[in-house]
């Protein structure tokens, strides 16, 4: 942090300041440079910085506001930021004194050599403008107190709206429906998997699921958990396919569904949900060019999947803090029927001087409680170790990754298995007499359910579709 002689903070300069009290607000002068610097040397650092939402008042020398916001204007009329075209457009903001001269924006970038510290340098800057909100509102906040006349309701409303407003602007904006993956990825995936019968809650797609769940119901916590390459992500989306297609003359609609993928780019899910709708093979796709019919049901797909109501988010290292409140923003604007993650082990602790299974178990017991505050069912999907596999057994709830608290707060628990050799063998030469070739047995062990029995459900896991189906013996035993 750089201090400043008596009388001289760049604040000073400012017709209207925040109230900051007698000390020196938080700010890194050097991070704020480095940042400027970088914006002039690679122009994706601004783009980065408008994604954050990040303004002129963030950065708290005058000097670094002026120039933010001229590079700004330069993005906007799409010209080319450097250190001449920075310093004509202050020079037509009569800027160019107030933010230090040509000679100070030629210095900047002097300074740094490339942008490859841009995020970090951006980190900080936001954590620093943040604390300088945090301390204004909580000084004015001691001011209006001392001086109140209005009542204490009105007071305390008016101090809990101004904290919160700094808490939804620090959340980054990086939710986006689902319309722009589909297009970018055009290679579809999901085909609704018909059930018969009315459910209570969210449908799952399954029969003999809905049967033993009657849907997922709002409220619950329910954990999907497997090694890994069991076909986690494939039965999260085929979750949300069930959603988002109802099955006709059922009298639902399309749920009102948003993932948080930690792990997976939005595009990828996209393509994985596009394919499995079409029912087109992704791994023969991405070898060979699909002929006329396989585009065509691409296509048809992907006019299904516009315009549904779903979102993605696949911000990486977010905290469960950062995703209640994304899930607050969204409620408050729409619906919201679903909410599914994948997968807990990613979800960043907040105290990491704690070990990680009392991070994971924080974690847990706050997915139970989004699930209760927005009556809602939460999908959260979850590792398991490896004492399963080492045992030659099938896996228990004990088994789940870093924390047994999760067991403890789920209501429905499902583990992916494989069954025992000779079952495989029978579903799988099943499947290829059936024509469906390429799939391999699965167990969905539902090994938890709060509120009715539990089982263990035959599936077919077809990795190029990216679906799980129910065994065609299974269809006809129904």
């Not at 399954?206 to 039965?235: C, N």
């Not at 099955?247 to 639902?252: I, T, V, W, Y």
């Not at 057994?393 to 789940?400: A, T, V």
């Amino acid at each position: 942090m750089s201090d400043f002689p008596a009388g001289r903070s760049p604040r000073n300069r400012r017709d209207t300041q925040p109230n900051y009290g007698d000390r020196v607000p938080p700010h890194n002068l050097d991070a704020e440079r480095g940042l400027i610097a970088s914006i002039i040397i690679d122009g994706e650092t601004l783009q980065r910085c408008l994604s954050e939402k990040i303004t002129p008042d963030f950065f708290f020398d005058p000097k670094h506001q002026d120039i933010y916001a001229a590079a700004v204007k330069l993005s906007q009329a799409n010209t080319g930021i450097d250190e001449i075209t920075l310093t004509e457009q202050l020079r037509r903001d009569s800027r160019l004194d107030s933010a230090g001269g040509a000679a100070y924006v030629n210095e900047l970038t002097g300074q740094v050599a490339s942008s490859a510290h841009a995020p970090h340098w951006m980190v900080i800057v936001r954590e620093k403008h943040f604390l300088r909100c945090l301390i204004s509102t909580s000084v004015s906040t001691v001011e209006k107190a001392h001086a109140h006349t209005e009542g204490i309701d009105r007071l305390l409303e008016d101090v809990e709206q101004s904290f919160f407003r700094i808490s939804e602007s620090r959340i980054a904006e990086t939710s986006q429906q689902i319309d722009k993956p589909i297009e970018e990825a055009m290679e579809m995936v999901a085909r609704m998997i018909a059930e018969n019968g009315r459910v209570q809650g969210v449908p799952t797609g399954f029969r003999e699921l809905d049967t033993l769940t009657y849907g997922f119901q709002s409220g619950q916590m329910i954990v999907v958990a497997a090694r890994p390459g069991m076909g986690k992500t494939s039965i999260a989306l085929n979750f949300i396919e069930a959603a988002m297609f109802p099955p006709p003359n059922s009298g639902r609609e399309p749920a009102h569904v948003v993932m948080f993928s930690l792990e997976m780019p939005a595009r990828e899910l996209a393509m994985r949900l596009l394919c499995s709708r079409a029912r087109v093979n992704l791994q023969k796709m991405r070898s060979s060019r699909p002929d006329a019919q396989t585009q065509l049901d691409l296509v048809q797909a992907s006019n299904e999947y516009r315009g549904k109501p779903l979102i993605v988010d696949d911000n990486g290292g977010q905290t469960i803090l950062e995703i209640r409140a994304k899930c607050r923003r969204i409620a408050r604007r729409r619906k919201l029927d679903m909410v599914v993650i994948d997968y807990i082990q990613l979800i960043n602790g907040l105290d990491s001087s704690i070990a990680r299974e009392q991070q994971i178990a924080e974690v847990s017991r706050s997915i139970k409680a989004m699930a209760k505050e927005f009556q809602i069912p939460i999908i959260a999907l979850a590792q398991l170790n490896r004492k399963s596999e080492d045992e030659a057994r099938q896996p228990k709830m004990s088994d789940l990754r870093e924390s047994g608290s999760i067991e403890q707060d789920a209501d429905i628990v499902m583990l992916i298995s494989r069954p025992n050799v000779s079952q495989s063998k029978a579903a799988e030469a099943e499947a290829e007499q059936m024509g469906q070739d390429g799939c391999y047995a699965r167990q969905l062990i539902v090994a938890k359910n709060r509120n009715g029995p539990t089982n263990d459900l035959d599936l077919l896991w077809n990795p190029g579709l990216t679906r799980f189906e129910t065994p065609a013996k299974s269809h006809s035993n129904e």
